[in-house]
C-alpha cells in the first residue's frame, strides 16, 4: 500500500471499527467490493457487499453500491463490525431473559454479574457463550468467533438491555447506527451527592488512567483521548444521593462511571471508581453502619441500561424497549428513602 492509500482506523468501544482510505492517484478503475476486499484484512466481499448495502460505504460523503467503481483520489469511508479474536467460544446453557427476538436479531436484558464477552479471568460463563448455546444456528455464532453479533456492551455489574445481530446483514446495520450516534441509550444511575443544577452535560477526551490501567479517566486535550458525551437529568434527590436518568451521545468504556466520578458524584458503590466509600453525609457511626449496609444489599455499582430504541435493520421500524430498575437497586433506592424520611438530622 502507497503512502497515499492510507487507511486510519478508529476504535470505538462499541464492536466496530472506522477506516477512512484515500485511493492511490494511480489506481484503475476498480469495482469498490473487489478494491476494499485486496485491501482489508479479515474482510471478506460478502461483508463488504453488506456495508454497502447498509449505506456503509461513503465515497466522498456520498454512500456506494457495491459495484461503484473506485477513481485515483476518492476518499472511501467505512464502517465494518470488528473481527473475531482467537478464542475458542464453548456453548453454556446459561438463562437468559430475552425480551424480543426475531430471525434478526435479539434484545437481551441483562442481570448485574454477567459478563458480555470473554476475557482475560472470564473465558467461560459469559452472555457470548449463552448465546452460542441459545442460538448457536445463526450464522455468526461459531466457535472461533469470540464477539459474535456484538455492537455494544454493557459492564459484568451494569444490568440492563443490549441488543445482539444473528446475521451479517444485521449486524452491519446495528453497528453503523452506533458509528452514527442514532440509537437511543438511557440508563438509571444512583450517585453520591446532589446537584446544583437538575439537568447537565459531562463531555471530556477518555483513555486510560495512566497512573491505573484498569480505569479511565477524563483528559481534556483531544490528543489524550476519545471524545464523550453524557447528558444528564436528576430525577430525584434522596438526602445524600440523587437518581439520575443519563443519555450516551458516545459510548466509551466505562463512560457514564468515569463521568460523574470527574464532576464528583460516583456512582454508589462504585468500588473503582470511589463510590464505594462513606463520601457523604455525616459523620454518625449510626450513619455509616447504614450505608454499610446498603452496600450489602446492592453489592455493584448502581447503573441499569433501562432504555434502548434502534431502527431495525430489515423492517426499518423504529424499536424501543424499556427495562424495569432491578430489584437490588430499587431495595437500595427504598431504604435511602425510608432513612431520609425518619432522620432528625442531616
Known amino acids: ?26 489506481q484503475a478503475a476498480l469495482r469498490i467490493d473487489k478494491f476494499l476486499t485486496e485491501k482489508m484484512t479479515n474482510a471478506s466481499r460478502t461483508k463488504i457487499q453488506m456495508a454497502a448495502s447498509a449505506e456503509c460505504i461513503l465515497v466522498n460523503n456520498k454512500p456506494v453500491k457495491s459495484n461503484y467503481k473506485v477513481r485515483g483520489g476518492d476518499q472511501i469511508s467505512l464502517v465494518l463490525p470488528e473481527p473475531p479474536h482467537e478464542n475458542e467460544i464453548i456453548p453454556e446453557d446459561i438463562p437468559l431473559n430475552i425480551v424480543y427476538e426475531d430471525e434478526h436479531l435479539i434484545v437481551i436484558d441483562k442481570q448485574a454479574g454477567l459478563v458480555v464477552h470473554p476475557g482475560f479471568g472470564n473465558y467461560t460463563g459469559t452472555l457470548v457463550n449463552a448465546l452460542a448455546f441459545h442460538i448457536k444456528d445463526s450464522e455468526l455464532f461459531h466457535k472461533d468467533n469470540t464477539r459474535p453479533g456484538l455492537v455494544h456492551r454493557i459492564d459484568k455489574n451494569t444490568s440492563g438491555l443490549l441488543v445482539v445481530a444473528k446475521t451479517e446483514l444485521a449486524l452491519t446495520h446495528l453497528a453503523k447506527q452506533f458509528y452514527d450516534h442514532s440509537t437511543e441509550r438511557k440508563y438509571i444511575a444512583l450517585v453520591w451527592g446532589t446537584f446544583d443544577e437538575k439537568e447537565g452535560t459531562i463531555t471530556g477526551y477518555l483513555d486510560r488512567d495512566i497512573r491505573n490501567r484498569m480505569k479511565m479517566h477524563v483528559y481534556k486535550n483531544e490528543d489524550e483521548g476519545k471524545w464523550s458525551v453524557t447528558h444528564y437529568k436528576i430525577l430525584e434527590e434522596i438526602g445524600y444521593v440523587s437518581l439520575v436518568e443519563c443519555q450516551l451521545e458516545t459510548g ?28 457523604k453525609g455525616t459523620t454518625f457511626s449510626k450513619y455509616k453502619t447504614f450505608v454499610e449496609n446498603i452496600f450489602k444489599i446492592i453489592p455493584r455499582h448502581a447503573l441499569h441500561a433501562k ?25 437500595a433506592i427504598d431504604k435511602w428513602k425510608h432513612y431520609i424520611s425518619f432522620r432528625k438530622e442531616i
Not at 252 to 279: C, K, M, W
Not at 307 to 331: A, C, N, Y
Open 1 to 26: 500500500m502507497s503512502d497515499s492509500q492510507h487507511i486510519e482506523q478508529d476504535e470505538q468501544q462499541e464492536f466496530f471499527e472506522h477506516f477512512n482510505i484515500t485511493v492511490d492517484p494511480g
Open 307 to 331: 432504555t434502548l430504541g434502534f431502527t431495525h435493520p430489515v423492517t426499518k421500524e423504529r424499536m424501543r424497549f424499556e427495562s424495569e430498575i432491578p430489584e437490588d437497586m430499587t431495595t
Open 252 to 279: 466509551r468504556t466505562h463512560q457514564i462511571r468515569v463521568h460523574f466520578e470527574s464532576i464528583n458524584h460516583p456512582l454508589f458503590n462504585d468500588e473503582r471508581y470511589g463510590g464505594d466509600a462513606v463520601i
